[in-house]
């Protein structure tokens, strides 16, 4: 009963899934359009709505790209504000059939690997990824020398899986504890599950251009993975570790969030290939 109420937990979010979904594409009207919509893939009906896995547009700054319809968040389309979701599952990094995503299982919903994807043109693509791991607090703040949260002061590890991971200095740790507590007042106080794992991948020029954050796994997994399937762990107090995943595209501008449990993150490098393919398959211009 335990380890069910620990998953239930999660379904909100997994429920969450379809609140942004935005109302039906109008119909394709012209010759070419319809002899389209001869070829595709009808799913399930809901709410007077078809799925299928027609291409829709969807715009990134000046990219445009045609991505069948079931590879969106919502299989449906780009969100109301523009925003741009794309969703695949492991272990074969492909789209749910088309109407799948909105009655999805527990189980998918741990196999989903999502892509947010945004184009930058505010700030520099490289400092867009920067502000992620560097602690954008006014310098001559007490947070601003807490090492948890700047990669210049944490210990880069040997390099596993393709990525560096930086550990938190346990005596960093301590020194800002101490500082934080004589100018404060009070001490410093960690929330439990607070702490990140950080890991990193450069380009050939040594620039950083994936930035990945994982909870913690000093705390076991709550999840274990068999073969090609996402099993519960045996201890019902485990938790189910995410992983949170930055990589920008600087030849194009564009930056993309992964998220997804992270007994996966051994992939990490096929999720990035995977929506660097996609964008390939299916850019227009």
């Known amino acids: 009963m335990r380890k069910r109420a620990r998953w239930l937990l999660l379904l909100p979010a997994c429920l969450a899934a379809g609140a942004c979904a935005q109302s039906a594409p109008t119909a394709p009207e012209d010759e070419e359009a319809q002899t389209m919509s001869d070829t595709v893939t009808r799913g399930r009906t809901m709410d007077g709505y078809t799925y299928t896995d027609a291409p829709v547009d969807a715009r990134l700054g000046p990219h445009l790209f045609r991505f069948p319809a079931n590879y969106y968040y919502d299989q449906m389309g780009p969100f109301f504000d523009g925003s741009l979701g794309l969703r695949v599952q492991w272990p074969d990094l492909a789209p749910m059939?088309?109407?799948?995503?909105?009655?999805?299982?527990?189980?998918?919903?741990?196999?989903?690997?999502?892509?947010?994807?945004?184009?930058?043109?505010?700030v520099p693509i490289r400092e867009s990824l920067r502000r992620g791991y560097m602690n954008g607090l006014p310098r001559d703040s007490i947070e601003y020398r807490d090492p948890e949260n700047r990669l210049d002061l944490r210990v880069a590890q040997p390099e596993a899986m393709g990525l560096v991971r930086y550990d938190l200095d346990p005596d960093a740790?301590?020194?800002?504890?101490?500082?934080?507590?004589?100018?404060?007042?009070?001490?410093?106080?960690?929330?439990?599950?607070?702490?990140?794992?950080?890991?990193?991948?450069?380009?050939?020029?040594?620039?950083?251009?994936?930035?990945?954050?994982?909870?913690?796994?000093?705390?076991?997994?709550?999840l274990i993975v068999d073969g090609s399937e996402l099993r519960p762990s045996p201890n019902p107090k485990d938790r189910v570790a995410q992983c949170r995943h930055r990589l920008i595209l600087p030849e194009d501008d564009i930056s993309v969030r992964i998220t997804y449990v992270r007994v996966v993150l051994p992939d990490w490098k096929r999720f990035e290939d995977r929506i660097k393919q996609i964008l390939r398959d299916y850019r227009v211009r």
């Open 97 to 122: 059939p088309p109407g799948e995503t909105s009655r999805q299982t527990m189980d998918a919903f741990m196999k989903a690997v999502d892509y947010a994807l945004d184009y930058v043109d505010r």
């Open 173 to 222: 740790a301590a020194a800002y504890a101490q500082a934080y507590e004589a100018e404060r007042g009070q001490p410093y106080a960690t929330i439990p599950g607070w702490r990140k794992d950080w890991y990193v991948a450069r380009d050939a020029e040594g620039e950083i251009v994936t930035f990945i954050e994982c909870d913690t796994d000093e705390i076991t997994d709550g």
